[in-house]
């Protein structure tokens, strides 16, 4: 079985290794969105990844409600961007943009935003990280036919500015209780139109999106992220077998270079499963690169390429801390830890002073 060490082809770019950099929000942008000098740094640090996969960046004001987090649907933004996937290339990494939509998780204080839209009704549970504080989320207007092709349409320029502003390839976020997962799982999908209802149904949306991100910028630099197993942010799924197996195979026949599963370990350190792994029915009808994600360290990484569960592993806090990890891992050094009073903090501190390995 293949090492976390050796290359992996994920679609049209070769990655070096397969310990690759999963999204990680962090919330050094503007209030206006606009990536800022402080994130090409840090994105340089950690351009010895497989590949950078971006933190999450929303397609447009309606579906970005993370305050100070990146945007890419203005020049401004795709410029500010240029600057990072500059660096990473230069230091001799890949990069892909992860593509985001937040449905009914984005509030309406922050500016220029209105009422969120979901696949249905409802109201995210919990407060809202705001400009002025946390504040209670509202419910949740339901997408008519014509938002869906709105929000299609805005994927579609979104991947294109992708690419215009250097990046390798993108991901679509379609997981962790945002937009597209709110249409897959049934406590948050209450339709009665062809988008809800059956999964064959409920899967409609992610594979419209998909196929429209494909087209701009082809199945072999696009990719797509999943959570099939446990509540997210609110949203889950009485069934996710059949479901995440549908989604799986209809992304299969796409073509798309690689899929991103996080679901934590079933006696995960960061949260526990709520049933056995679905990953392994999606592995066995996804043909591409599967890529996975949550609780993982190195060996147990390899474990999982070791007994074919994964091509290749994304790691996402252990890169905070160590923005060298691939060569931690493979000289067998000691992780730093993190701090997470830093991690959504608007400044250098945790963020781009963590030091290599002497």
């Given at each position: 079985?293949p ?5 992996i082809r ?7 290794s397969?310990?690759?950099?999963a999204?990680?929000t ?5 209030m ?22 971006s ?18 649907w203005?020049?401004?933004q795709?410029e500010a ?8 290339h230069e230091?001799?990494g ?10 009914r ?8 935003r209105s ?7 409802t109201?995210m ?8 504080g946390k ?6 207007r ?6 869906i092709?709105?929000v299609i349409?805005d ?23 945002y937009?597209?997962?709110?249409f ?15 999964i ?17 910028v082809?199945?072999d630099?696009t990719?797509v992220r ?8 609110g949203?889950n799924?009485?069934?996710p ?10 992304l ?8 991103e599963v ?7 350190t960061n949260?526990r ?5 679905v990953a ?7 043909k591409?690169?599967?890529?996975l994600?949550?609780?993982?360290d ?7 390429l ?12 252990p ?11 493979i000289?067998?050094?000691a992780?730093?830890?993190d ?5 959504y903090s ?5 963020y ?7």
């Amino acid at each position: 079985m293949p090492s976390l060490f050796a290359p992996i082809r994920l679609g049209a770019v070769t990655a070096p290794s397969r310990i690759l950099m999963a999204p990680l929000t962090r919330a050094r942008a503007t209030m206006d969105h606009v990536p800022t000098p402080i994130m090409v740094d840090y994105y340089r640090q950690r351009a010895g990844a497989g590949l950078i996969i971006s933190e999450a960046t929303g397609i447009s004001p309606q579906g970005l409600g993370w305050p100070y987090a990146p945007g890419i649907w203005n020049a401004d933004q795709v410029e500010a961007w240029r600057s990072i996937t500059t660096a990473v290339h230069e230091a001799g990494g890949l990069i892909f943009s992860q593509l985001w939509h937040m449905g009914r998780v984005v509030h309406p204080s922050l500016p220029g935003r209105s009422r969120p839209v979901s696949s249905s009704a409802t109201t995210m549970p919990g407060l809202a990280r705001t400009y002025d504080g946390k504040q209670p989320y509202v419910q949740a207007r339901a997408m008519t036919h014509e938002d869906i092709r709105s929000v299609i349409a805005d994927y579609r320029a979104a991947a294109a500015n992708a690419l215009a502003a250097g990046f390798d390839g993108v991901e679509v976020h379609a997981a962790n209780g945002y937009l597209i997962d709110q249409f897959l799982r049934d406590n948050a999908n209450f339709r009665t139109d062809e988008y809800g209802g059956s999964i064959e149904n409920r899967t409609r949306f992610l594979f419209e999106v998909t196929r429209a991100v494909v087209e701009v910028v082809g199945a072999d630099r696009t990719a797509v992220r999943l959570s099939p197993n446990e509540e997210r942010q609110g949203v889950n799924d009485s069934h996710p077998e059949p479901l995440f197996a549908l989604a799986s195979s209809g992304l299969s026949d796409l073509g798309i270079a690689f899929l991103e599963v996080r679901e934590p370990g079933f006696e995960g350190t960061n949260g526990r499963a709520e049933r056995t792994p679905v990953a392994p029915l999606m592995r066995a009808v996804f043909k591409g690169a599967f890529v996975l994600n949550s609780d993982y360290d190195d060996k147990k990484g390899q474990e999982a390429l070791d007994h074919g569960r994964a091509d290749a592993i994304s790691y996402g806090r252990p890169f905070i801390s160590n923005p060298d990890l691939p060569r931690r891992f493979i000289q067998g050094l000691a992780l730093a830890l993190d701090d997470m009073n830093t991690w959504y903090s608007q400044g250098p501190a945790g963020y781009v002073d963590y030091s290599a390995a002497e």
